[in-house]
């Protein structure tokens, strides 16, 4: 699926809207765009019109370049004491039997499958399980790096985050500080949903506000850590609640510059409170990354989840701005599957995330989890290495 325009300069020549032609004019010219610039270009842009100018963005940024990494996925427990409407994968600490938690014992020995495998990062979330202190934690953490040092360690959204430190009567600088010490290096972009607390009333009511999120995040920056960030779209919200969300965080990305990419969460409806909302199109979602690509112009990272839309879809979103489709992931990861995830069995090993990139003509690069290049997989038959490694 790709707009039916030779260039982005046909697309903006094209279109009969003034306002659109204005805001495309904006775009060329490498002008920020303004919120109402934002929900104009969800209500009245054509698919075709967005991916053109969002593929521009795209490469004029990245060129061809489509980033993944070779990680895997730590859950320690799904046992939550916040009650999230659109979530599938919690279970009620009052019914913690139908969870799991891991010891740390466990979650080591998750981490040593890997012993001499060339993974660059662990990605650590989970629920908010009252038992699981900061404590916990900066043990956990030690306990990993420990065992395999240059393994870079990102974990805990706000959510976890802020439950950590108000148990351990601790300050957000304090307690990112210990964590820091114990060897957290970077924090995932969760937790954010829609930031407006109208939206937040109604699916996440009982959890860190945006203010708590994003001074989370804020004082990560402030101590050299990067973070990531997201937002949940496609389910009660609307557009101009996207891109009050979006703001917010292009504004502390204007303060602190410490996220890396932004990252677009398909609201999925199964198994949980929110089952009677329809998800969003395959359509809406391609004008989400492609608004999102032109609004956050200081995030240098769109980044789509490849698990949650699918092999093909994900291929698709390479054309409206996106430049990142995570990583190879692992399959014991259970929130993709269990929230309703396209794919039954989220993993692709580096040959197959490699070919679903090369199949769009676009450049596979490997990277680290900071987006230091690790390796151009552009001219080289993945097949054929991995065949002569394994014989080897």
């Not at 320690?76 to 969870?99: I, M, Q, W």
């Not at 609640?241 to 410490?258: A, I, N, P, Y």
Request: glycine share 6%.
């Amino acid at each position: 699926m790709t707009a039916p325009y030779k260039n982005v300069h046909q697309a903006i020549e094209y279109t009969s809207d003034r306002q659109l032609k204005n805001i495309g004019e904006k775009i060329l010219n490498k002008q920020r765009i303004n919120q109402e610039d934002g929900v104009y270009l969800f209500e009245k842009g054509t698919l075709a019109f967005l991916g053109a100018l969002a593929n521009w963005v795209r490469e004029e940024k990245h060129g061809h370049k489509t980033y993944f990494n070779r990680n895997f996925h730590i859950e320690p427990t799904n046992v939550c004491v916040f009650d999230c409407k659109f979530c599938s994968y919690s279970r009620l600490y009052a019914h913690k039997e139908e969870g799991w938690e891991l010891t740390i014992d466990d979650m080591l020995n998750i981490v040593k499958k890997y012993d001499g495998q060339p993974v660059t990062e662990v990605h650590i979330v989970g629920g908010v399980h009252p038992k699981m202190t900061l404590q916990f934690f900066c043990e956990l953490l030690k306990t990993i790096h420990e065992h395999r040092p240059d393994l870079h360690l990102k974990g805990f959204t706000p959510v976890e985050l802020d439950y950590m430190f108000r148990k351990a009567k601790l300050s957000i600088t304090e307690g990112l500080q210990m964590l820091k010490d114990a060897g957290l290096q970077s924090l995932p972009g969760g937790g954010a949903e829609i930031f407006h607390p109208d939206i937040r009333k109604q699916i996440c009511e009982d959890k860190v506000d945006a203010d708590g999120w994003l001074a989370i995040h804020k004082t990560a920056h402030q101590l050299g850590m990067h973070s990531n960030a997201t937002m949940l779209f496609g389910h009660i919200e609307q557009y101009w609640h996207r891109v009050d969300h979006m703001e917010k965080l292009r504004q502390l990305q204007d303060e602190t510059g410490g996220f890396n990419t932004f990252i677009p969460l398909k609201f999925r409806n199964k198994d949980n409170a929110m089952s009677h909302v329809s998800e969003s199109s395959v359509v809406e979602d391609l004008k989400m990354y492609a608004v999102a690509r032109l609004y956050m112009d200081n995030f240098p990272h769109l980044k789509a989840y490849w698990p949650m839309l699918g092999r093909q879809n994900a291929q698709l979103t390479l054309s409206f701005g996106v430049n990142d489709l995570d990583g190879t992931i692992d399959d014991t990861t259970k929130i993709y599957s269990m929230a309703g995830s396209e794919e039954q069995s989220p993993s692709m090993n580096t040959a197959e995330l490699v070919t679903l990139i090369k199949q769009v003509k676009r450049q596979p690069i490997e990277r680290d989890t900071l987006y230091n290049e690790i390796k151009d997989y552009s001219n080289i038959d993945v097949y054929a290495q991995e065949t002569n490694a394994v014989l080897n």
